[in-house]
C-alpha cells in the first residue's frame, strides 16, 4: 500500500489512516463493500458503504495517477528531454489530466504545421527566434534552411512560427492560466439555427441565451448539450481574447527588447487563436458536461435508492389495475406474498360508454372474492379516468377498500422479459404489466430491482448519461438497497438474490434450483450445499439473506453466523430467553468480559429485541386515496398531501392525484436558501403542499412546501436585503478609498521585531 495515498484519502475523508489501511486490506481480501460495512465495523470503525467505496475507487485513481506519471516521465526521458523542472512538475499534479498537459509538447501528434516545419530542419530557426536576438539578420538567418522542401526564406520564417504557435498552445502553465480565467470571466452563447427541428419549441429558451461560465446550472448544461446535438442551437464562448493573448505573448518576450519581437507576436497570436484557445473551450465544454453528467447520475442515483427503500405494505392483498382505454384495464389479485391469485380485463372506457356497469360489477365481484385491501392504479394512459372509477365504486359501495397511484414506469419492459414469460407463460404481456403495478405496491424493492434502472424514471437526461458510468452508479445504489433490507432465503427472486452481497447471477440461479428441488431452506448452513457457493460466499451472503420459522432462530435475524456463540452468550449473561424481547436491558457489567466489540454487540442487541426488523420501516409508505381529486376543484392556496415522485436539479415532481405530477420550484421549498432540492425532499416522500397556481388548459399545476403568505414574506425579506446590500456598495464606492497598506517582506518584519526587542530572543 502506498503511504501517501492513504494519508490523501484520510485527510479528504476526515478519517485516520487506520481505517483507510483496514478497509482496504478488507477490499484486497476480496471481502464486499456490504460486508465490510454490516459485519466489520470494527476494524473500519463505522465506515458507511459511500465512505468505503470512495476509499476503493480514489485508491484505484491515485494509482493509476501514479503509475502515469511514472510512463509519463518515462517517455519524456527517452527523447532525452527529462529536467529536473520537468520531474517536480509532473510529481506535483494531483489530476491525470494535469500530467497529459504537462506531457503534451512531448508527445506524438498527428500531422500538424509545426510537425512538419519541424521534419522539415526548421526547429533551429525557431529555437534562434525564441532565443529573443537583440541584433541581426531574420532574413539572411531563415536562408539558412532553405532546401528542397522549403524553398524561400519566408516560408522558413512560417515554418518556424508555425513551431512557436504550436508551442504557445502546448504551454500547460498557459493552458492553466486561461482556462481558469475564461471559467471565472467567459460567458457561454447560444443561437438558435435557422433550420432547426424544434417545432414544439423545447429548447425556446436556448435560441438566444448568454450565461457566466462560472454560473450556468448542471441542468442547463445539459438541455444545451442535447439542444445541439439535435442541431436547434449552436454554442459558443465570449472573452477578453485579446487581452489573453497579449499576455501569452509577454510571457514569450520576458518583457526583453528583440529585433524579433512582430514573428513571435504574430505567431504566439495565432497559437492562442487557431490552437489554444479552441482547445481550451472544448476543454470547459467537457468539463461542464462531465460536471453535469456526475450531477445527474448522483441525482439518479439517489432516487433509485429512495424509491427502492420505499416501506413494502405487508399483510395485504392488492389488485393491480393496468389502465387503458381501447384495449381494457387488465387486472390482477396478488396476495401477501405476491403470489398472482386471479387476472381479468375489463373495458369500461369505451366510446359508447356501455361497458361501464359491467366493468364496475365485474371489478366489485373481484374485490369481494378476493378481499382485496388496496387497489394498485398505473399512472399512464387512462389513469386518471380509472381513478375516478375506483373512487366512485368505493363510495358507492361503501367498501373499506383504499387505492394509490402507482408509477409504471418500465411496467412493460419487464412485461416481456425472459424471466416475466418464465413465471407467466400462459399470460399476455398487458396482464404480466398488471401483475409488476400490483408487486410494486406490496413491495417495491422485490419488484423493481427486476427492471432495468433506466426505464424506471427517476432521474434527469439519463438517455445522456455515459452509459458505463451511470450503469456502476445505479449498481451500486441497488447493492446498498438490497443488502440494508436483506431478503428472504425461501422467497427471494434471482434478480433480488444476484445482488445480495457475494453472489451473482449464476449462484442466485442455483439458490432458487436448490429450492426448486429440495424445497425451502430451514438452516442457514444448507446454502454450502448450493453448488457454485463455497465457504468464502457463505461469509459474504449469509447474513443477508433471512430464513423465517427455521431451525435455527438467529437465522431470521440480521446477526451473521459468526457471531451466533457470542448471541447466545450474550442472551445467556442476561437472562433473555427469546427473540423479540423489545424491552431487554443488556447492563454493561454483563456484557463488558463477554469478548464482543462495541459494534458488533450493538448489532446483536438490535437484533435481539427486533429480529425481523425491516431497514425500510423508518420511511413513509405509500399515500392511500379513497377519493378522486379534480384539477377544477383546485384553488390557489389550497392544502394537499402528495407522494415525491422524482426530484430533480430545479425541483421535485409531486403526485397529488391528478393525471399530471405537480412541480415544487426549487425556489418554493425553503424560508432559506437552498442549493439543491435534495437538501429538503427524497422521492417517495409524503408532504404536504400548497397550490401556487393552476393552469387548466395546459393541465398543470404549479405547487409550493411553503404557505403562500410565508413566501410572501420571504420573498419581501430577500427584496429588502438586496436592497440594502445595493445600498451600502453604493455608499463604500462613494467614501474616500483608503491608500493600500504597504507589503511587507519577511526580511522587513524581521527588522523591526529586532528593533522593538531587540536580540535576547
Same mark, same amino acid.
Given at each position: 500500500?502506498?503511504?501517501?495515498?492513504?494519508?490523501?484519502?484520510?485527510?479528504?475523508?476526515? !478519517?485516520?489512516?487506520?481505517?483507510?489501511?483496514?478497509?482496504?486490506?478488507?477490499?484486497?481480501?476480496?471481502?464486499?463493500? @456490504?460486508?465490510?460495512?454490516?459485519?466489520?465495523?470494527?476494524?473500519?470503525?463505522?465506515?458507511?458503504?459511500?465512505? =468505503?467505496? +470512495?476509499?476503493?475507487?480514489?485508491?484505484? &485513481?491515485?494509482?493509476?495517477?501514479?503509475?502515469?506519471?511514472?510512463?509519463?516521465?518515462?517517455?519524456?526521458?527517452?527523447?532525452?528531454?527529462?529536467?529536473?523542472?520537468? %520531474?517536480?512538475?509532473?510529481?506535483?499534479?494531483?489530476?491525470?489530466?494535469?500530467?497529459?498537459?504537462?506531457?503534451?509538447?512531448?508527445?506524438?501528434?498527428?500531422?500538424?504545421?509545426?510537425?512538419?516545419?519541424?521534419?522539415?530542419?526548421?526547429?533551429?530557426?525557431?529555437?534562434?527566434?525564441?532565443?529573443?536576438?537583440?541584433?541581426?539578420?531574420?532574413?539572411?538567418?531563415?536562408?539558412?534552411?532553405?532546401?528542397?522542401?522549403?524553398?524561400?526564406?519566408?516560408?522558413?520564417?512560417?515554418?518556424?512560427?508555425?513551431?512557436?504557435?504550436?508551442?504557445?498552445?502546448?504551454?500547460?502553465?498557459?493552458?492553466?492560466?486561461?482556462?481558469?480565467?475564461?471559467?471565472?470571466?467567459?460567458?457561454?452563447?447560444?443561437?438558435?439555427?435557422?433550420?432547426?427541428?424544434?417545432?414544439?419549441?423545447?429548447?425556446?429558451?436556448?435560441?438566444?441565451?448568454?450565461?457566466?461560465?462560472?454560473?450556468?446550472?448542471?441542468?442547463?448544461?445539459?438541455?444545451?448539450?442535447?439542444?445541439?446535438? $439535435? /442541431?436547434?442551437?449552436?454554442?459558443?464562448?465570449? +472573452?477578453?481574447?485579446? +487581452?489573453?493573448?497579449?499576455?501569452?505573448? *509577454?510571457?514569450?518576450?520576458?518583457?526583453?527588447?528583440?529585433?524579433?519581437?512582430?514573428?513571435?507576436?504574430?505567431?504566439?497570436?495565432?497559437?492562442?487563436?487557431?490552437?489554444?484557445?479552441?482547445?481550451?473551450?472544448?476543454?470547459? %465544454?467537457?468539463?461542464?458536461?462531465?460536471?453535469?453528467?456526475?450531477? #445527474?447520475? $448522483?441525482?439518479?442515483?439517489?432516487?433509485?435508492?429512495?424509491?427502492?427503500?420505499?416501506?413494502?405494505?405487508?399483510?395485504?392483498?392488492?389488485?393491480?389495475?393496468?389502465?387503458?382505454?381501447?384495449?381494457?384495464?387488465?387486472?390482477?389479485?396478488?396476495?401477501?406474498?405476491? *403470489?398472482?391469485?386471479?387476472?381479468?380485463?375489463?373495458? @369500461?372506457?369505451?366510446?359508447?360508454?356501455?361497458?361501464?356497469?359491467?366493468?364496475?360489477?365485474?371489478?366489485?365481484?373481484?374485490?369481494?372474492? &378476493?378481499?382485496?385491501?388496496?387497489?394498485?392504479?398505473?399512472?399512464?394512459?387512462?389513469?386518471?379516468?380509472?381513478?375516478?372509477?375506483?373512487?366512485?365504486?368505493?363510495?358507492?359501495?361503501?367498501? /373499506?377498500?383504499?387505492?394509490?397511484?402507482?408509477?409504471?414506469?418500465?411496467?412493460?419492459?419487464?412485461?416481456?422479459?425472459?424471466?416475466?414469460?418464465?413465471?407467466?407463460?400462459?399470460?399476455?404481456?398487458?396482464?404480466?404489466?398488471?401483475?409488476?403495478?400490483?408487486?410494486?405496491?406490496?413491495?417495491?424493492?422485490?419488484?423493481? =430491482?427486476?427492471?432495468?434502472?433506466?426505464?424506471?424514471? !427517476?432521474?434527469?437526461?439519463?438517455?445522456?448519461?455515459?452509459?458505463?458510468?451511470?450503469?456502476?452508479?445505479?449498481?451500486?445504489?441497488?447493492?446498498?438497497?438490497?443488502?440494508?433490507?436483506?431478503?428472504?432465503?425461501?422467497?427471494?427472486?434471482?434478480?433480488?438474490?444476484?445482488?445480495?452481497?457475494?453472489?451473482?447471477?449464476?449462484?442466485?440461479?442455483?439458490?432458487?434450483? +436448490?429450492?426448486?428441488?429440495?424445497?425451502?431452506?430451514?438452516? %442457514?448452513?444448507?446454502?454450502?450445499?448450493?453448488?457454485?457457493?463455497?465457504?468464502?460466499?457463505?461469509?459474504?451472503?449469509?447474513?443477508?439473506?433471512?430464513?423465517?420459522?427455521?431451525?435455527?432462530?438467529?437465522?431470521?435475524?440480521?446477526?451473521?453466523?459468526?457471531?451466533?456463540?457470542?448471541?447466545?452468550?450474550?442472551?445467556?449473561?442476561?437472562?433473555?430467553?427469546?427473540?423479540?424481547?423489545?424491552?431487554?436491558?443488556?447492563?454493561?457489567?454483563?456484557? *463488558?468480559?463477554?469478548?464482543?466489540?462495541?459494534?458488533?454487540?450493538?448489532?446483536?442487541?438490535?437484533?435481539?429485541?427486533?429480529?425481523?426488523?425491516?431497514?425500510?420501516?423508518?420511511? $413513509?409508505?405509500?399515500?392511500?386515496? #379513497?377519493?378522486?381529486?379534480?384539477?377544477?376543484?383546485?384553488?390557489?392556496?389550497?392544502?394537499?398531501?402528495?407522494?415525491?415522485?422524482?426530484?430533480?436539479?430545479?425541483?421535485?415532481?409531486?403526485?397529488?392525484?391528478?393525471?399530471?405530477?405537480?412541480?415544487?420550484?426549487?425556489?418554493?421549498?425553503?424560508?432559506?436558501?437552498?442549493?439543491?432540492?435534495?437538501?429538503?425532499?427524497?422521492?417517495?416522500?409524503?408532504?404536504?403542499?400548497?397550490?401556487?397556481?393552476?393552469? $387548466?388548459?395546459?393541465?398543470?399545476?404549479?405547487?409550493?412546501?411553503?404557505?403562500?403568505?410565508?413566501?410572501?414574506? %420571504?420573498?419581501?425579506?430577500?427584496?429588502?436585503?438586496?436592497?440594502?446590500?445595493?445600498?451600502?456598495?453604493?455608499?463604500?464606492?462613494?467614501?474616500?478609498?483608503?491608500?493600500? @497598506?504597504?507589503?511587507?517582506?519577511?526580511?522587513?518584519?524581521?527588522?523591526?521585531?529586532?528593533?522593538?526587542?531587540?536580540?535576547?530572543?
Amino acid at each position: 500500500m502506498n503511504e501517501e495515498i492513504i494519508q490523501e484519502i484520510a485527510r479528504k475523508l476526515k !478519517v485516520s489512516l487506520e481505517q483507510v489501511k483496514n478497509t482496504l486490506g478488507l477490499l484486497e481480501e476480496g471481502n464486499t463493500v @456490504p460486508f465490510i460495512a454490516r459485519y466489520r465495523k470494527e476494524a473500519t470503525r463505522g465506515l458507511d458503504e459511500e465512505q =468505503i467505496l +470512495y476509499i476503493e475507487k480514489q485508491y484505484q &485513481y491515485e494509482v493509476n495517477l501514479a503509475e502515469r506519471k511514472e510512463a509519463v516521465l518515462k517517455l519524456i526521458e527517452e527523447q532525452g528531454k527529462l529536467t529536473d523542472e520537468i %520531474r517536480n512538475e509532473i510529481n506535483a499534479c494531483t489530476k491525470l489530466s494535469q500530467v497529459e498537459d504537462l506531457y503534451r509538447p512531448y508527445k506524438q501528434k498527428k500531422k500538424t504545421r509545426a510537425g512538419v516545419a519541424i521534419k522539415n530542419g526548421l526547429q533551429p530557426l525557431a529555437d534562434w527566434i525564441l532565443s529573443l536576438p537583440e541584433e541581426g539578420d531574420l532574413q539572411a538567418e531563415a536562408e539558412k534552411y532553405i532546401n528542397e522542401a522549403v524553398p524561400s526564406a519566408e516560408e522558413a520564417i512560417q515554418g518556424a512560427k508555425d513551431i512557436i504557435a504550436e508551442n504557445a498552445s502546448d504551454s500547460a502553465q498557459l493552458r492553466w492560466k486561461f482556462k481558469e480565467n475564461i471559467q471565472k470571466t467567459g460567458v457561454l452563447v447560444t443561437k438558435v439555427k435557422k433550420d432547426n427541428p424544434d417545432e414544439k419549441k423545447v429548447y425556446e429558451m436556448y435560441y438566444d441565451r448568454s450565461e457566466k461560465v462560472s454560473q450556468i446550472a448542471d441542468h442547463r448544461v445539459m438541455a444545451i448539450d442535447r439542444a445541439e446535438k $439535435e /442541431k436547434v442551437i449552436t454554442v459558443s464562448f465570449t +472573452y477578453d481574447d485579446a +487581452y489573453l493573448s497579449e499576455e501569452a505573448v *509577454k510571457s514569450f518576450l520576458k518583457g526583453q527588447k528583440t529585433i524579433v519581437e512582430n514573428e513571435i507576436r504574430e505567431a504566439v497570436d495565432d497559437g492562442c487563436h487557431r490552437l489554444l484557445f479552441p482547445s481550451i473551450e472544448n476543454e470547459i %465544454r467537457s468539463d461542464l458536461s462531465e460536471r453535469a453528467q456526475n450531477a #445527474s447520475i $448522483e441525482i439518479f442515483s439517489m432516487n433509485l435508492e429512495k424509491l427502492l427503500l420505499q416501506p413494502p405494505l405487508k399483510g395485504r392483498i392488492v389488485l393491480g389495475f393496468d389502465p387503458g382505454f381501447y384495449n381494457g384495464c387488465k387486472l390482477a389479485v396478488i396476495d401477501e406474498t405476491g *403470489k398472482m391469485l386471479t387476472v381479468d380485463k375489463i373495458f @369500461p372506457f369505451r366510446k359508447n360508454n356501455t361497458d361501464m356497469e359491467p366493468s364496475k360489477k365485474k371489478l366489485l365481484e373481484m374485490i369481494r372474492k &378476493y378481499n382485496v385491501q388496496i387497489i394498485a392504479i398505473g399512472n399512464g394512459t387512462a389513469s386518471r379516468e380509472s381513478e375516478k372509477l375506483c373512487a366512485e365504486l368505493i363510495r358507492e359501495n361503501n367498501l /373499506k377498500v383504499e387505492y394509490a397511484i402507482v408509477s409504471e414506469a418500465g411496467a412493460s419492459v419487464w412485461s416481456a422479459q425472459e424471466a416475466a414469460r418464465a413465471e407467466f407463460p400462459d399470460m399476455a404481456v398487458e396482464e404480466r404489466s398488471a401483475v409488476s403495478i400490483g408487486r410494486r405496491l406490496l413491495d417495491p424493492l422485490a419488484e423493481l =430491482i427486476k427492471i432495468d434502472p433506466k426505464s424506471i424514471g !427517476v432521474g434527469q437526461y439519463q438517455h445522456d448519461l455515459p452509459v458505463k458510468a451511470l450503469n456502476e452508479r445505479l449498481d451500486e445504489a441497488i447493492m446498498k438497497c438490497v443488502n440494508r433490507t436483506g431478503a428472504d432465503l425461501n422467497t427471494a427472486s434471482q434478480e433480488l438474490l444476484m445482488h445480495i452481497s457475494g453472489l451473482n447471477a449464476a449462484t442466485a440461479k442455483e439458490i432458487v434450483n +436448490y429450492r426448486n428441488e429440495n424445497g425451502r431452506f430451514t438452516n %442457514r448452513s444448507q446454502l454450502l450445499k448450493v453448488k457454485k457457493l463455497g465457504a468464502k460466499t457463505f461469509t459474504q451472503c449469509a447474513g443477508f439473506l433471512r430464513i423465517v420459522n427455521g431451525d435455527e432462530p438467529l437465522d431470521e435475524t440480521s446477526i451473521h453466523p459468526e457471531s451466533y456463540e457470542a448471541a447466545r452468550k450474550l442472551m445467556a449473561a442476561c437472562g433473555i430467553t427469546a427473540l423479540g424481547t423489545a424491552d431487554a436491558e443488556f447492563p454493561e457489567e454483563k456484557t *463488558k468480559d463477554l469478548g464482543i466489540d462495541a459494534y458488533t454487540l450493538k448489532d446483536i442487541e438490535d437484533a435481539i429485541r427486533q429480529p425481523l426488523r425491516d431497514y425500510r420501516d423508518q420511511f $413513509e409508505g405509500a399515500l392511500l386515496r #379513497s377519493d378522486v381529486l379534480e384539477i377544477s376543484d383546485l384553488h390557489v392556496g389550497d392544502q394537499l398531501s402528495g407522494t415525491v415522485r422524482n426530484v430533480v436539479d430545479f425541483g421535485a415532481f409531486v403526485d397529488i392525484g391528478l393525471h399530471e405530477d405537480g412541480l415544487v420550484h426549487v425556489s418554493r421549498m425553503s424560508m432559506n436558501r437552498i442549493h439543491h432540492p435534495s437538501e429538503v425532499v427524497s422521492v417517495g416522500d409524503i408532504v404536504q403542499v400548497y397550490v401556487a397556481g393552476v393552469d $387548466e388548459i395546459k393541465e398543470k399545476v404549479q405547487l409550493s412546501l411553503l404557505p403562500l403568505s410565508d413566501l410572501e414574506k %420571504r420573498d419581501a425579506m430577500w427584496r429588502s436585503n438586496r436592497g440594502n446590500q445595493k445600498k451600502n456598495r453604493k455608499n463604500n464606492n462613494n467614501r474616500p478609498q483608503k491608500e493600500a @497598506p504597504k507589503q511587507v517582506t519577511m526580511e522587513d518584519a524581521t527588522k523591526r521585531l529586532l528593533e522593538r526587542f531587540g536580540n535576547k530572543h
